[in-house]
């Protein structure tokens, strides 16, 4: 049996709580993200990890040795990002939906990671028999990322490390959020934001929709209701809505997340991009029936960046370009830029250019 010990019962409360800040001579008590409390008597010495905003959280607390395997999609979104993780680790499905509970249980990890968005429950059952603790970690919700970096620094028994990086985190997104602290609701722009799909956009309930609010903006389908819409359409992240609605909320500001171009066909890595490669991808995106006449794109208030930008970092990085874009005036000492720079040597490569780009 292992040194772990699931505490039946729900928290009551969806978002992490850590309930100890153990010193290892006590027990390590958390709740994740679905409100189960659990128990381990020592920080754990492997885990599967699913859910790419995942494996990156680890590899910021220091724990990315502990990964026994991973999903798929986080090899695959990430390759030279990942620096051959594929090949060290083993592979234990497609994604958190498409899980292979027989080479998890052959791994035999003290805890598998993964996220609400898959089959976190039916994955629990499986794993139940085999004394193997599913904790449900959201690291793509950027309002709860904290108490994330948090669990997996306890867990794991880095929980300096995980201080260390919420310290780091916190201090660059201090800007943002003391500034919006003086921007009236009434006086907050309202964005248009397409991800993965021409018309397809955000709705609430997606760390994109919680990306967009954290940065003061308001997002214009912000009211568009998932259970109640026609989920045929998408689903929260990439819903595809009448461009008719973009031209009549004629948007402050349009924002594109740019996951390929023409030059790059996958921007969902460490590319090395052509110079003017992404103010070309924002020429042709606003080149659509009506767009001219669109505030934005007559102000060039229209921005992209790649996928991979939109995503580092539970979406934190994302957050301070897009305060900046909408509030200039407010935000004319926050510098986006140098954030973007010191996560990448934080988390070991260099930095990127390119990665952000204004219409031209």
């Not at 497609?94 to 976190?120: H, M, R, W």
């Not at 201090?174 to 500034?179: I, L, M």
């Not at 992209?304 to 994302?318: C, D």
């Amino acid at each position: 049996m292992k040194n772990k010990k699931l505490l039946l019962g729900i928290a009551g409360c969806a978002l992490v709580t850590i309930m100890s800040c153990p010193a290892y001579a006590e027990d390590i008590k958390v709740v994740d993200g679905d409100g189960m409390e659990y128990t381990f008597t020592e920080p754990i010495k492997s885990a599967v990890v699913y859910d790419r905003y995942n494996t990156e959280l680890f590899r910021a607390v220091g724990a990315a040795d502990l990964m026994v395997g991973v999903d798929q999609n986080a090899v695959d979104t990430y390759p030279q990002y990942w620096d051959g993780v594929g090949k060290t680790l083993d592979i234990v499905g497609q994604n958190c939906t498409d899980f292979n509970v027989e080479k998890i249980v052959t791994l035999n990890p003290d805890a598998v990671f993964t996220s609400s968005l898959g089959e976190y429950e039916n994955m629990r059952e499986q794993l139940a028999d085999f004394d193997i603790p599913v904790l449900v970690v959201n690291a793509w919700i950027p309002s709860e990322y904290y108490d994330y970096i948090q669990l997996v620094g306890d867990v794991t028994g880095n929980s300096e490390q995980a201080e260390e990086y919420i310290d780091f985190c916190k201090s660059a997104m201090e800007t943002v959020t003391t500034g919006l602290e003086n921007i009236p609701e009434e006086e907050r722009k309202t964005v248009y934001f397409e991800n993965n799909g021409e018309n397809k956009t955000c709705l609430p309930g997606s760390g994109w929709n919680d990306m967009i609010v954290s940065a003061g903006g308001i997002n214009i389908f912000g009211d568009l209701d998932y259970e109640t819409a026609d989920q045929t359409k998408g689903n929260t992240s990439a819903y595809e809505i009448d461009p008719e609605a973009i031209l009549d909320a004629n948007p402050d500001v349009i924002i594109d997340n740019i996951y390929s171009t023409k030059v790059h066909g996958e921007l969902e890595a460490v590319v090395d991009l052509e110079e003017g490669e992404l103010e070309d991808e924002l020429a042709s995106f606003v080149d659509r029936a009506g767009w001219d006449e669109l505030t934005a794109v007559k102000d060039k208030q229209v921005y992209g960046f790649t996928s991979f930008v939109g995503n580092a970092n539970s979406k934190l990085i994302a957050i301070n370009y897009i305060a900046k874009w909408l509030y200039p005036e407010k935000f004319e000492e926050l510098d986006p830029d140098a954030f973007f720079s010191q996560w990448c040597e934080y988390m070991g490569f260099d930095q990127l250019e390119g990665y952000v780009a204004q219409l031209q």
